[in-house]
């Protein structure tokens, strides 16, 4: 495989410009983005080496700009089997969704320019623009109640021919991958550092499997460590990735409560899992549901018809296994 993709028609310039770009500022870089968008990848990054960009892009950019490893992050890609995925590529998954990819950021910039790029490890990249893709997160310390059930929702969803997204994770993640892999369906799991870099450690098999019947992704060039930061930034892109958001338990501080938060501004349906009441799991779950933010669901198949709240009952769901 090169590292152009396969039967790539796109300018090899073009790709190496947002090779460049990518490893020139720390995502979300929303003023970078909205830059790009406005003067081509090409003359964009030519502008950022030479620093005759904007105060907002100069802001983003001057710590990096002088750094060019394009050749050196390709070469790392290619040995770990990825590829820059870029706007200009017919499988982008972005074409209709308006998405702020930044808690703060201008929904139009962002809906308009998208990540810069993505790095992928994929056998065949699944096509996300066509269909619903639903993301189900939540707590690493999962309990074999949100397991069992992220793993069922995963499943069924998966077996109708529906992508799921998730985060490669412990606990739900990890439910939610097993379960779309075991449906022989679609997964795609976001990493929070480079695409060579298998994150957690432990996954590595589950994430390895995931290349063959999805992908992995991340914004991250090869060999970018994995920080706190970035486990944050992940979800955005997380969310970024799919139409509805299903979140199986979160504590009142789980980092799955921002997907919900970043799927509310941008107009994606949300929906969490009730657990049993004297579970501290479960906890942020309810509060997404008792303050509207997350409407109940206990079946997967309420999930895509927008009746989340009429629950058919997670015994129906099982007893069709």
């Known amino acids: 495989m090169s590292?152009?993709?396969?039967?790539?028609?796109?300018?090899?310039?073009?790709?190496?410009?947002?090779?460049?770009?990518?490893?020139?500022?720390?995502?979300?870089?929303?003023?970078?983005?909205?830059?790009?968008?406005?003067?081509?990848?090409?003359?964009?990054?030519?502008?950022?080496?030479?620093?005759?960009?904007?105060?907002?892009?100069?802001?983003?950019?001057?710590?990096?700009?002088?750094?060019?490893?394009?050749?050196?992050?390709?070469?790392?890609?290619?040995?770990?089997?990825a590829r820059l995925m870029i706007p200009e590529d017919p499988?982008?998954?972005?074409?209709?969704?308006?998405?702020?990819?930044?808690?703060?950021?201008?929904?139009?910039?962002?809906?308009?320019?998208?990540?810069?790029?993505?790095?992928v490890r994929t056998d065949v990249f699944p096509r996300l623009d066509r269909q619903p893709v639903v993301a189900i997160t939540g707590a690493r310390a999962a309990t074999a109640y949100g397991a069992t059930h992220a793993c069922d929702f995963a499943y069924h969803?998966?077996?109708?021919?529906?992508?799921?997204?998730?985060g490669g994770s412990w606990g739900i993640d990890s439910a939610a991958h097993r379960g779309a892999l075991a449906a022989r369906g679609q997964t795609v799991a976001v990493l929070p550092g480079g695409i060579d870099r298998l994150h957690p450690a432990g996954n590595r098999d589950l994430l390895a499997s995931i290349t063959a019947a999805g992908a992995l992704v991340s914004e991250y060039p090869p060999g970018v460590e994995v920080t706190r930061q970035r486990l944050f930034e992940r979800i955005r892109l997380l969310v970024a990735l799919a139409t509805h958001v299903v979140i199986v338990e979160a504590g009142p501080r789980s980092t799955a409560l921002y997907a919900a938060g970043f799927a509310n501004q941008s107009g994606r349906p949300v929906m969490a899992v009730p657990g049993p009441i004297s579970s501290l799991v479960s906890r942020g779950c309810h509060d997404l549901i008792r303050s509207g933010q997350a409407k109940l669901v206990a079946a997967a198949e309420g999930i895509v018809t927008g009746h989340a709240e009429e629950n058919v009952g997670i015994t129906d769901i099982q007893s069709k296994q």
């Open 91 to 119: 499988e982008w998954p972005w074409p209709r969704f308006p998405v702020p990819l930044t808690s703060t950021g201008d929904a139009a910039v962002a809906a308009s320019t998208g990540p810069l790029a993505l790095w």
């Open 157 to 166: 969803l998966a077996q109708t021919g529906i992508p799921i997204v998730s």
């Open 3 to 81: 590292h152009h993709g396969l039967h790539s028609t796109v300018p090899e310039g073009i790709r190496r410009a947002r090779c460049y770009l990518l490893r020139a500022a720390e995502p979300p870089a929303p003023a970078l983005r909205a830059f790009t968008a406005e003067h081509g990848a090409v003359k964009a990054a030519e502008l950022v080496r030479a620093g005759d960009v904007p105060p907002e892009v100069a802001a983003e950019t001057a710590v990096r700009r002088e750094i060019d490893r394009v050749d050196r992050d390709f070469a790392r890609a290619q040995e770990c089997g």
